[in-house]
């Protein structure tokens, strides 16, 4: 009984500590009331849950999936990758290990970097051919993400292509069958894919990204081996941290989860991005915390193995943080800027295809986000800027929105990052159409702590079309 009285005494501190601003102000606060009604009767959740793939750290780690695949008992395993990482290191890292362990395999190489719903179904259909019974995925959040689709498509053979894809623009239905075994070697440091149950593309007709999020899609393994972001040029490596960096503000900064509504009536309906809580709470800050140290070393320096070691750490802990709480509005009016990407080709993406990477896109809007949140959870804020580096001792609470923006402009000016959504080719006569493709990425812009309309994000649109 001892133990049990512990337990709830450490639980009641932690919900006394909890920050005490509008959006954050009953935070934690339901989880330990033993008279809380009946889930059904409650318009607002009251629990949250945490879900993150295994994972396995450590330089040179990637010689040991070939002994993974064999304990598994493999004998016909799916490998995706880009045609650029195929000629890299990496690939040819788990394809010795392959090769050394009697491994059997097939390589899917036509994975597009920022894939689409045409590319997903691509990967979807040599699955489904493959009949395979584990699956690799070496690259980035473009190819991880593209093998769970795959996975998950290849495990539901009747299913629409939309069934899976998240509400509104598709039918979001839960993820009932078994998956197949999958494990992830990220070899970028951003979108710690490796880690969630999130699987993002462009939906072409619609000119915006969307996804699907179920926790069944996550890897059983993510095998993160910092060795493999030594590859990453200058610009790859600037973008992949700016998704961390928004990751963690963005998980930190979301709606409580006892205030996300509607309460789930079955814990199968309860959502992947449940809202900010005490445990992503703590892989938020000490992501931000790596961003802050080691980021600007990690992009000018691509021999820095202790600032990309450290980077590939705090990509992890950033994606188990937002992989439970969920991201906002830097995500969701992330997804019109990619999608309705015009000309703009970004150095270091070796690719045939104009593209605006999912790091800068997300990134240009978070001076105008935060000073737009700021007022609903200023403490917050505030701590964000101070681990950023920022003074705040003399600072007021009204002013914590704008003091993280000056912030993050500061920290982006710093690593030249382009000098907001103009320099990469929009202007004030896209923003409607901006706004209509961010509408329908409710599922993380309703995690937003500060409720908006259309003409909010017009007003942030129009306010990222310069940074400095």
Known sequence: M???????????????????????????????????????????????????????????????????????????????TDKTLSQLP??????????????????????????????????????????????????????????????????????????????????????????????????TAGTGSETTGVAIFDFEDMKAKTGIANRALKPSLGMVDPLHTL?????????????????????????PYNLRSPCPPNPINRPAYQGSNPISDVWARHALMIVAKYLKRAVCDAGDVEARTSMHLASVFAGIGFGNAGVHLCHGMSYPIAGNVKTHRATGYNVEHPIVPHGLSVVLTSPAVFAFTGKMCPERHLEAAQILGTDVSNIKKDDAGRVLADTLRSFLYDLEVEDGLSAIGYTKEDIPSLVKGTIPQERVTKLSPRAHTEEDLTGLFAASMKLY
């Open 2 to 80: 001892a133990g049990v009285e512990r337990v709830a005494h450490l639980m009641r501190q932690l919900a006394t500590a909890a920050c005490r601003c509008p959006a954050h102000s009953q935070a934690y606060s339901h989880t330990y009331n033993r008279g809380e009604a009946h889930i059904c009767e409650r318009k607002t959740d009251y629990a949250f849950e945490m879900a993150c793939s295994n994972i396995r750290f450590g330089a040179g780690v990637t010689r040991e999936i070939g002994m993974d695949l064999q304990n598994m008992g493999a004998h016909n395993v799916c490998l995706m």
């Open 90 to 187: 990496p690939v040819a890292a788990v394809l010795d290990s392959l090769t050394k362990h009697g491994v059997k395999y097939k390589i899917y190489e036509d994975v597009r970097v920022e894939p689409t719903d045409k590319s997903f179904k691509a990967a979807i259909d040599f699955a489904k051919k493959g009949h395979f019974d584990v699956y690799v995925a070496v690259g980035g959040g473009s190819v991880i993400d593209t093998c769970k689709a795959a996975n998950l498509y290849a495990s539901h053979p009747e299913a629409e292509f939309l069934d899976f894809v998240n509400a509104p623009i598709g039918k979001g239905n839960p993820i009932t069958a078994t998956l197949k075994p999958l494990i992830a070697v990220p070899t």
């Open 231 to 255: 590859h990453m040029p200058s610009r790859v490596a600037a973008n992949s941290g700016f998704d961390v960096l928004c990751h963690a503000l963005e998980s930190f900064t979301a709606l």
